[in-house]
């Protein structure tokens, strides 16, 4: 596996084990109360000490966790969510809220030293679809909810949230909601802001319920406060989501196109069109190599259409004919009947990028425990600055990581999502890292990427959260009356500053 990078180690990285990780006895004892609800052990607790980012890995496999939780409580009820609250407000002990512990960007972890203890809340337990309106294609789901989970109690109802981030199967809908993350339908609802009807969040001054709307022009939304604020205002115990009957027709080809540039053209023309695929990645020839997609340096376009109406074979046509208006050249394609994009009916492009987007998180793995730098970083800018970003972020990026490792490294690019008025390159970094330096040297790279981002102004995040690890750039992004006004809410909200202190606020 090394051999994909140049400049790796001999021999993986091996897998420490927790009781090498010397854990500390927590710091404090929940009360009696609640002790049912809590966990110390310190597999539970090394298991949340961290989210599953690039920096996560090496810093695990390196045996350098950083600050592990004193406790985990799993509630299984908004009352026991504000006990514990409570408990944890009296005793200054922090407060992190946890989903399925994907974070990316440092959400999940405690850093500092102003608590005298860390309590790791996780939501799991808290895992049912309460309520269906099948007319009104709404549900109310605890926030605790997995994807997959989520999926099989809506599927009796022919009904599907569809929100499908990378992190599906090991996300809550909590989750998404807190880091305001993005699925992966290309052109239509994609931000899970979009899906919202109403939230119940219980916060350290009281509980918040908004009400369950189609639509409301009554001032400042109260669901827009707490949507993105990973858990630093407060904790999402539910939701009212809206829904879509599930899709039973579904169609996918793929274009491959010799100038990247006419490929760009051809995907703003898609975005601008009425046509509204439900996938339209564009692959850059490194990203289509390394997925499998194309073998002749071309860059190729994956095209995808569904609808629980009837058939899309028009549609797919209709598309595929105006990218090859733009120089792209088709690949097969056919209708996939009932099953997934990707399936029975799409080509071999199609299925060698749904194969490789699928396997991307375990190679990741696999690539750390050699010494290698593999990490994606997103964004999102508007058409005019698409292709001067996209160039920018190659060059100076992939001057960076030859500078700090002595080893020529790629950066890729793809297209993962575009609208009218811009899209969302997603940049992977795939490079020799500085054994044993290897968090340092990932931080340098996203510094660079950061400064290009700014530069470009490009968001520093399109689909996940800001966490700690993107706060610099983020900051830049920021105007300050608002940074004023989401200050005053952190403090009314959470005055003794328990909640995932030093996330979004500090």
């Not at 102003?114 to 790791?120: E, I, M």
């Not at 046509?275 to 002749?296: F, I, K, T, V």
């Not at 749904?354 to 994606?376: I, K, N």
Request: with cysteine.
């Amino acid at each position: 596996m090394g051999s994909l990078i140049p400049g790796t180690l001999p021999h993986p990285l091996p897998v420490p084990r927790v009781r090498d990780l010397g854990i500390e006895r927590p710091a404090v004892e929940p009360p009696a109360s609640l002790a049912h609800l809590v966990a110390t052990g310190p597999g539970d607790r090394a298991a949340h000490a961290m989210g599953k980012a690039y920096r996560d890995v090496v810093r695990a496999l390196r045996g350098r966790p950083g600050r592990i939780p004193d406790l985990v409580a799993r509630p299984t009820d908004e009352r026991e969510v504000a006990d514990l609250l409570d408990w944890a407000g009296e005793r200054q002990v922090a407060v992190v809220p946890y989903g399925g512990g994907s974070s990316v960007s440092g959400g999940v972890e405690y850093r500092g030293d102003a608590h005298r203890a860390v309590l790791s809340l996780d939501l799991t337990a808290m895992g049912r679809v309460l309520e269906v309106d099948t007319a009104g294609r709404a549900a109310r789901i605890q926030a605790g909810t997995l994807g997959p989970s989520l999926e099989d109690q809506l599927r009796p109802h022919g009904l599907t949230l569809r929100h499908f981030p990378q992190s599906f199967e090991f996300s809550t809908l909590g989750g998404w909601l807190a880091t305001r993350a993005g699925g992966h339908y290309a052109t239509g609802r994609t931000h899970i802001d979009d899906f919202v009807q109403s939230l119940r969040v219980v916060t350290p001054a009281g509980t918040s319920a908004s009400w369950r709307l189609p639509a409301s022009g009554a001032g400042p939304s109260p669901d827009r406060l707490f949507l993105g604020s990973e858990g630093a205002l407060g904790v999402i115990t539910e939701a009212w989501v809206r829904l879509q009957p599930r899709p039973s027709h579904k169609a996918s080809a793929s274009l491959a196109f010799t100038d990247f540039q006419a490929a760009l053209d051809a995907v703003r023309a898609l975005a601008q069109s009425d046509l509204s695929p439900a996938n339209c990645r564009l692959l850059d020839a490194g990203e289509a190599a390394l997925a499998g997609a194309s073998h002749d340096g071309s860059a190729v376009l994956v095209l995808g259409f569904e609808s629980a109406d009837g058939p899309v074979d028009a549609r797919l046509a209709q598309a595929v004919g105006l990218a090859r208006s733009h120089g792209g050249r088709s690949g097969a394609s056919g209708e996939a009947g009932g099953g997934a994009t990707g399936g029975a009916g799409a080509d071999a492009a199609v299925s060698a990028w749904r194969s490789a987007f699928l396997r991307m998180p375990y190679l990741r793995d696999g690539l750390a425990r050699m010494g290698a730098v593999a990490e994606t970083f997103e964004t999102a800018a508007t058409w005019d600055r698409i292709p001067g970003l996209i160039a920018a972020v190659r060059r100076e990026v992939g001057e960076a990581a030859l500078k700090g490792s002595g080893h020529p490294a790629t950066v890729n690019c793809r297209l993962t999502h575009v609208y009218p008025d811009g899209a969302a390159p997603y940049f992977t970094v795939l490079a020799a890292g500085r054994p044993g330096d290897e968090v340092a040297f990932w931080d340098d790279l996203k510094a660079v990427a950061s400064d290009v981002l700014h530069r470009h102004r490009a968001t520093i995040t399109h689909h996940h959260a800001v966490g700690r690890d993107h706060r610099p750039g983020y900051e830049r992004q920021r105007p300050d009356p608002f940074a004023l006004a989401l200050r005053a809410a952190k403090d009314a909200l959470d005055p003794r500053g328990i909640l995932n202190p030093g996330v979004l606020i500090g």
